[in-house]
């Protein structure tokens, strides 16, 4: 079965820009989940959703955003970008295994480089 | 609160055992979870352990969970150069009535001859 794709792999966008970033997951996952990692701050949660609809939010500014569609392939959006915005973007496609464990199988990320 | 914490950073001698530890904060979480980067690629989860169990053991790898200080270690027995990587730390919390990975930043494992 295939993987969690996300598209591109790699992005470089100037301050003030705007970038959108997609995630195809795992055919029958119907939970995304969106991580940003970078050296100083780890893997930070973004937001996370469900059948369309955004079920979690992390701690960042309304700049970022996202949507699911019927699909389940989701995109984040982010405008204005900064610089501190250069970070590496991660999917999680979201099972919820049989005991209640849940189940993040993550795609090789997206690069974004503000300059 | 949310958040998880780890070093930054471990450096072991091939063939030595690693012991990368963790803390978390929420008491409810029902999971907790171990995954593995390796450079140029997402994360990978390497076990899991649920709350009620003290130990789990899986090949040459040892959690151990201690709930009352919330504290979690994953010990590799026999490191080799392919274990090189970063580790990362994850709870399950429940937010929302959903549950919700929160993970910490990280601990680079440098596996050295």
């Known amino acids: 079965k295939a993987g969690v794709t996300q598209t591109p792999r790699y992005l470089i966008k100037t301050r003030g820009q705007q970038v959108t970033l997609s995630c195809s997951p795992i055919s029958g996952h119907r939970s995304v989940s969106w991580y940003q990692q970078t050296p100083g701050q780890g893997l930070q949660f973004l937001f996370e959703y469900f059948s369309e609809t955004q079920r979690n939010k992390g701690n960042f500014p309304g700049r970022f955003s996202g949507r699911q569609f019927s699909n389940s392939r989701s995109e984040m959006n982010v405008s204005t970008l900064e610089l501190g915005d250069s970070a590496l973007y991660l999917c999680?496609?979201?099972?919820?295994?049989?005991?209640?464990?849940?189940?993040?199988?993550f795609g090789q990320g997206t690069r974004l480089t503000v300059v | 609160g949310e958040d998880v914490e780890q070093s930054l950073f471990l450096s072991v001698r091939e063939g030595d055992s690693s012991v990368i530890n963790c803390t978390y904060t929420d008491s409810s979480s029902t999971y907790l979870y171990w995954y593995k980067q390796e450079p140029g690629a997402g994360l990978q989860l390497l076990t899991y352990i649920f709350s009620n169990m003290d130990m789990k053991q899986d090949q040459r790898l040892t959690v151990l969970l201690n709930k009352k200080d919330k504290h979690l270690s994953l010990r590799i027995a026999d490191t080799q150069t392919g274990d090189s990587a970063i580790y990362f730390c994850?709870?399950?919390?429940?937010?929302?009535?959903?549950?919700?990975?929160?993970f910490g930043a990280g601990t680079r494992l440098a596996v050295h001859p």
């Open positions: 994850a709870e399950d919390l429940i937010s929302g009535g959903y549950n919700k990975l929160i």
């Open positions: 999680a496609s979201i099972f919820q295994g049989a005991r209640g464990n849940t189940e993040a199988f």
